[in-house]
């Protein structure tokens, strides 16, 4: 079953504009992370957030993580035409047997118009 | 690096024939998995590894084996098409299964008739 639920399900948004996706779970997480899927590709990775982290920063992206609220935001800031692709956020919980497992939400579809 | 690659790109069987899907990486990741991605379902996991020799099932695994022999390669094999496995596969590896981001191949969208 997938852990992780990223809203809206579909962003549109001009270029310059800053795009929020927000991510919820359900189950306690050691990390979460957040990939990016252009048009039939393979996912790529953007940025992790351990469970003890509460916010952190690679370049645009700005992550956030409340786990008292076992929720997490990205934020794209300065928006590019380039940044038009699927979001997806990761949960890595414990699933047994010493291993860890990724679980996937459904994503966000953020366009961006140039 | 070539990273995680995957082969065919794409493939069309019909009902009941089985093949074998191809990944390998040359990270030296112990990690590797194989996830289907279906329209609005996001990835779900079907097999993973820990490392050579060692296998376990995901979330979806009826209808595919897997083996480990090498730290490299870990294929999938569907044993009888069905169209219920239309789909597109990724492999992705990790250096670990903790902590450690997964790297994605480019994937293969599969139909199955």
């Known amino acids: 079953s997938q852990q992780g639920e990223e809203d809206p399900q579909a962003l549109s948004i001009q270029e310059g504009e800053n795009a929020t996706m927000n991510c919820s779970y359900k189950?306690?997480?050691?990390?979460l992370q957040w990939y990016r899927q252009n048009s039939g590709r393979g996912l790529v990775h953007l940025i992790l957030i351990r469970s003890n982290e509460r916010e952190k920063h690679s370049g645009r992206l700005r992550v956030t993580l409340d786990t008292s609220k076992k929720s997490s935001s990205l934020l794209i800031t300065a928006s590019r035409a380039a940044d038009t692709a699927s979001y997806f956020c990761a949960t890595d919980a414990y699933s047994g047997a010493g291993s860890y497992q990724l679980t996937f939400g459904k994503g966000t579809k953020l366009s961006v118009i140039p | 690096n070539a990273g995680v690659t995957q082969t065919p790109k794409f493939q069309v069987l019909k009902t009941g024939q089985s093949m074998t899907l191809q990944c390998a990486q040359d990270?030296?990741?112990?990690?590797m998995s194989w996830y289907r991605q279906d329209p609005g379902m996001g990835l779900r996991l079907i097999h993973y590894s820990v490392g050579a020799g060692i296998t376990d099932q995901g979330e979806v695994p009826n209808g595919y084996n897997v083996s480990r022999s090498t730290t490299e390669d870990f294929p999938l094999r569907l044993l009888s098409a069905a169209p219920s496995q239309t789909s597109v596969y990724f492999c992705?590896?990790?250096?670990?299964?903790?902590?450690?981001?997964?790297?994605f191949g480019p994937g293969t969208r599969l139909t199955v008739t």
């Open positions: 189950t306690s997480i050691n990390n």
């Open positions: 990270m030296n990741h112990e990690y």
């Open positions: 992705a590896s990790s250096y670990s299964t903790v902590n450690y981001e997964q790297y």
